[in-house]
């Protein structure tokens, strides 16, 4: 019998999970409408986005709103489904509200909420309202760059003596929005920021066993590299999951942006490290110096972007024999994930993706759903179910 989703061999489950991740996408809709979920789920249920500043309840305030587009965007190319399109879109417009009014844009991370809310449109549909203010948040967050470290800075206020000079691994994944603002305008300020952004993180974010810390200190006037830090890792020199998952797919990506031969080495050190440090069935511990046996938390989040960004770098590589063996640990984490981290029953969880964490030394999200886990394992489904799908990244 010829599947409705997958165009070449599959792995186990995965029209199952497909089928089971659409149904609740599509739930979610109707249960949101144009409202957005809170960062992670609450025993297993999203509440609604909190209030916060001068933001009330369900408002598109912090870095994870896109994931719940990106989602809706996916499941639209998957089916065809207006209702996936049309509740995406309504999204994509007040995605351009947000940088025109210029509400919460004190973030690197407008990469992760630009690509997927309004990037995924343009590419998509031509939608030119999503091209405009795509190029906004570009405009924004080329602000963030500092000379001469040569970096983005990852969080607040520009002027906020804390984080001044601080960039985190995740920043890897918010390139890829200044990459596509130069391929539509030949601006070469934004390729050069990707290309000097990246060869810095290449440079200081590694440890010598080619863990990585999860934040980097520069002075922002010297550009002298300063520390390593965590932020929500175990302790300093611990290797944060999450973080080392982001290396794997952020340095891949900035690969092909740039052609930098020593960011795909940067992926596949980070991909070493990654493998090495998996327990028996696969996926992470939420900080990769816990192994089989401990009690630590899992982050299955951190396993779907994984998967994401081994499938990538295979498709990067220039070795065969390297290619393959990246697809096989991909295809293992993500079979790992469908059978033992999804819901059984998906009507029990508003989260396409369980037992993820947020941030566990803040005891914030611990052993629940989250936006991006769930967005990066649809992510992960949709490339193994359709080798030739075009990422929005």
């Known amino acids: 019998m010829t599947s409705m989703f997958t165009e070449t061999a599959a792995i186990a489950g995965l029209d199952r999970a497909l089928e089971d991740a659409l149904s609740t996408v599509r739930r979610n809709i109707r ?11 609450t025993d297993d249920r999203y509440p ?5 500043k001068e933001f009330g309840v369900g408002a598109n305030q912090g870095w994870t709103t896109s994931f719940w587009p990106g989602a809706q965007w996916i499941s639209f190319e998957l089916t065809g489904d207006e209702e996936f399109r049309d509740a995406a879109l309504g999204h994509a417009r007040d995605f351009a509200r947000r940088v025109r009014h210029e509400e919460d844009l004190d973030t690197h991370d407008l990469g992760f909420l630009y690509t997927l809310a309004s990037v995924a449109p343009w590419r998509l549909l031509d939608d030119e309202d999503s091209r405009e203010a795509a190029l906004l948040a570009a405009d924004a967050l080329m602000r963030r760059f500092l000379e001469p470290a040569g970096i983005v800075q990852a969080w607040g206020d520009l002027s906020d003596p804390a984080q001044r000079g601080r960039t985190i691994i995740d920043s890897l994944m918010n390139m890829p929005l ?3 603002a130069y391929e ?14 990246t060869a810095q993180l290449r440079e200081h974010i590694f440890r010598a066993d080619d863990s990585t810390f999860h934040t980097f200190f520069w002075d ?8 390593g830090a965590t932020e929500q890792g175990a302790f300093d020199e611990s290797c944060w999951a999450r973080g080392q998952a982001w290396g794997i797919y952020g340095f891949a990506l900035n690969y092909r ?11 596949r050190r980070s991909a070493e490290y990654f493998l090495r440090h998996l327990p028996s069935d696969r996926v992470p511990f939420w900080d990769l110096v816990y ?3 401990s009690d630590a938390p899992r982050d299955s989040s951190s396993g779907a972007i994984a ?6 770098l295979a498709a990067l590589e220039t070795d065969p024999g390297a290619a393959a063996r990246w697809t096989a640990e991909a295809r293992g984490i993500l079979t790992s994930l469908i059978a033992n981290y999804a819901p059984a029953n998906p009507e029990d969880s508003d989260a396409l993706l369980l037992h993820s964490v947020y941030d566990l030394p803040k005891d914030n999200g611990v052993d629940e759903g989250t936006l991006w886990g769930d967005y990066f394992y649809l992510e992960a489904l949709m490339r193994v179910a359709r080798p030739d799908w075009t990422p929005y990244w």
């Open 257 to 267: 942006a740039t052609g930098d031969a020593q960011l795909l080495e940067a992926s």
């Open 307 to 312: 998967v994401c960004g081994l499938l990538e």
């Open 184 to 197: 539509q305008t030949g601006d070469e300020r934004y390729v050069d920021a990707v290309r000097r952004h």
């Open 291 to 293: 192994t089989d046996g």
């Open 220 to 227: 922002a006037e010297s550009g002298e590299p300063l520390r």
């Open 178 to 180: 200044l990459t596509w």
């Open 31 to 41: 249960t949101f409408g144009g409202a957005y979920p809170d960062n992670t789920t």
């Open 48 to 52: 609604l986005r909190p209030a916060h």
